[in-house]
């Protein structure tokens, strides 16, 4: 079965720093990832997903994140944030086949200072 | 298009009631997925309804059950609820099923059901 591992629970970032969130996927094949942010109070809105192909994947709101399997991970990254970036973000993996449904870490809550 | 919705936003229940929640995915999507959220657990897959039948289903006690319409909107049901079962399930639809290909999710709001 797979899983995921987000590492750091908090980070504080200054508004205009740049951001980078740590994911890491235990999975036996090449896996679907995706990046989540969830607002309070709100629903999951999908940041950007790698299925196959180049591994430098960019979303919306400026987030890229990069693909490396020899170090399975996929992190999340945006060069210049936004006091409206303050989230909780969620990294999940989906096996091939879509068994089983998505895995997602436990979040990472995302505060940004001004 | 809109987007998918729950119903009930909220909902407030007593140990040992039943309660039902009701998603509409995206219209044109025809897979629901049902997810519960908690500060412990976190994030869990509950299952997945395509074509009226459930093709996946997590690791939940069988109190919990769902089912899918011809409409493609989707119930689940929590029988002989738990204090334990206080969360917020969320509701995700995709376009279909492709074999080897997994369609991205789009959630709804969810539902958060406080269980007293």
């Known amino acids: 079965a797979q899983s995921v591992t987000q590492p750091d629970i908090h980070i504080t970032v200054s508004e205009g720093a740049s951001l980078e969130l740590r994911c890491n996927y235990s999975y036996g094949a090449t896996p679907y990832l995706f990046w989540y942010v969830q607002s309070p109070g709100q629903g999951l809105q999908l940041l950007l997903k790698?299925?196959?192909?180049?591994?430098l994947v960019q979303g919306i709101k400026g987030f890229e994140a990069e693909f490396k399997r020899s170090q399975s991970s996929f992190n999340l990254r945006k060069p210049s944030v936004h006091w409206s970036d303050a989230a909780e973000y969620f990294c999940?993996?989906?096996?091939?086949?879509?068994?089983?449904?998505?895995?997602f870490g436990k979040g990472t809550h995302l505060i940004i200072q001004p | 298009k809109a987007g998918v919705t729950q119903t009930p936003r909220y909902l407030i229940k007593t140990r040992g009631q039943q309660v039902t929640l009701s998603c509409s995915p995206i219209s044109g999507h025809r897979s629901v997925s049902w997810y519960q959220q908690t500060p412990g657990q976190g994030l869990q897959f509950l299952f997945e309804y395509f074509s009226e039948t459930q093709r996946n289903k997590g690791n939940f006690p069988g109190r919990f059950s769902g089912r899918q319409f011809s409409n493609s909107r989707s119930e689940m049901n929590v029988s002989t609820l738990e204090l334990g079962d206080s969360a917020l399930y969320l509701c995700?639809?995709?376009?279909?099923?492709?074999?080897?290909?997994?369609?991205?999710?789009?959630f709804g709001p969810g539902t958060r059901l406080t269980v007293l």
């Open positions: 995700a639809s995709s376009p279909h099923r492709t074999s080897g290909h997994y369609n991205e999710q789009f």
């Open positions: 999940a993996v989906g096996a091939r086949g879509g068994a089983d449904g998505l895995t």
């Open positions: 790698y299925f196959s192909g180049d591994t």
